[in-house]
């Protein structure tokens, strides 16, 4: 195992804060940082030029690692602004034909569901949690028919922590014809990944939470026999293929799933990503998974030695997020700050979420902060 007490230098925040936030945004790191001064150097020093002789490949460099971590080839990876951006790319990709039904969940982030909620066309089916933690696969299954274009849902629920069964979802959307989108900004990075085997047709993520990587960029995975059978409506010239012949008569979608983009990337924030996907790759997504159970473990049982009331997950689709019922959840995180800690909150419970970078001592904090709070 990697030693985990060396890495937490990596990360300033660490030295001045008890951080248990990262699934509303990771800690970033000196290796960022370090990247993030490098493109600031390179605009100081060679202003535009820096594109073409090195941001561009910079881009690039991030592409091929981030489809690495996924299982997936830079053929089936566009690089958009946000996720709400990547859903649209999407949506504005398939016309409805004959079919008009969308189905997703009322745990669903609300984004998902805003793609549709403004187009009177669309019927949307939103199913309903039976214990307000999960989905179940035969849900979708009653509701997913002839009638719908997309089965769209979350790989991990953001207020639960819950994490759905990819391959279920896409067998169930595949055999009624339908497209399986899955929003997965809460599941790369604290589940085991490879997209291909999933049989997803899309799935959106990005660097802000548990990739270290920070706001401002959204991937986009399409799966491969999809990239070139879609023609995006919403486009830009970062989608063609002649990107600088500046052509306005000769448009033609690119080969591959930069064919999705749309504009000028974030470059600020493709290294600061970059930083943070070489910092995932170093450590391993095995032995940060390993990590990151035994630190929700110990901050399940010390929460419960205290007396709270968790809403959790089955351990079998349970992942880093936990949620701590509490009858005053923005007061307890204010408190919590006062004393250094920084967790979130959702509709009535305190949400903590540690990553690899943490110590259980800091679990324990938190807990008792926490707890006296309540008293």
Not at 158 to 167: H, I, V
Not at 189 to 207: E, I, S
Not at 234 to 241: C, E, M, P, Q, V
Not at 328 to 355: F, M, Q, T, W
Request: charged share 25%; aromatic share 10%.
């Amino acid at each position: 195992m990697p030693d985990f007490e060396l890495l937490r230098d990596e990360f300033p925040i660490l030295g001045r804060k008890t951080y248990l936030n990262s699934c509303s945004l990771g800690a970033l790191s000196r290796r960022s940082e370090a990247y993030l001064g490098e493109f600031v150097e390179r605009w100081h020093d060679m202003g535009a030029s820096a594109w073409y002789r090195h941001w561009l490949g910079r881009v690039e460099d991030l592409r091929g690692r981030v489809s690495a971590f996924l299982g997936t080839t830079p053929r089936e990876l566009a690089l958009l602004p946000s996720t709400s951006t990547a859903l649209a790319a999407v949506t504005e990709s398939i016309r409805p034909g004959g079919r008009n039904r969308v189905v997703c969940t009322e745990l669903d982030f609300p984004t998902l569901a805003y793609q549709w909620a403004v187009k009177p066309e669309i019927e949307m089916v939103v199913l309903k949690s039976p214990d307000g933690i999960r989905i179940d696969p035969e849900q979708f299954a009653e509701a997913v028919d002839e009638r719908t274009l997309f089965l769209a849902t979350s790989h991990v629920f953001f207020a639960t922590g819950y994490e759905q069964d990819l391959e279920a979802l896409a067998d169930i959307a595949r055999t009624s014809g339908a497209y399986s989108l899955i929003d997965g900004y809460q599941g790369a990075g604290q589940t085991d990944l490879t997209l291909p085997a999933t049989g997803v047709d899309f799935y959106t993520t990005g660097p802000l939470k548990w990739l270290l990587g920070g706001p401002g960029l959204s991937y986009l995975y399409v799966r491969d026999a999809l990239v070139e059978e879609l023609e995006p409506r919403l486009t830009s010239w970062f989608a063609t293929k002649r990107q600088f012949d500046f052509d306005l008569g000769g448009f033609e979608y690119r080969d591959d799933a930069r064919r999705f983009e749309l504009g000028t990337p974030a470059l600020p924030t493709v290294h600061t990503a970059l930083g943070g996907q070489e910092l995932i790759d170093e450590v391993g997504l095995p032995a940060i998974l390993e990590r990151n159970r035994e630190l929700t473990d110990h901050l399940i049982d010390a929460a419960e030695a205290a007396g709270m009331s968790l809403t959790l997950a089955d351990p079998d689709h349970r992942t880093f997020i936990l949620m701590i019922q509490h009858g005053d959840p923005s007061g307890a995180v204010k408190h919590l700050a006062e004393e250094g800690i920084i967790v979130d909150y959702r509709p009535g419970h305190v949400r903590v979420s540690p990553h690899f970078y943490n110590t259980t001592d800091e679990l324990d904090r938190c807990i008792e902060v926490l707890a006296a709070y309540d008293a």
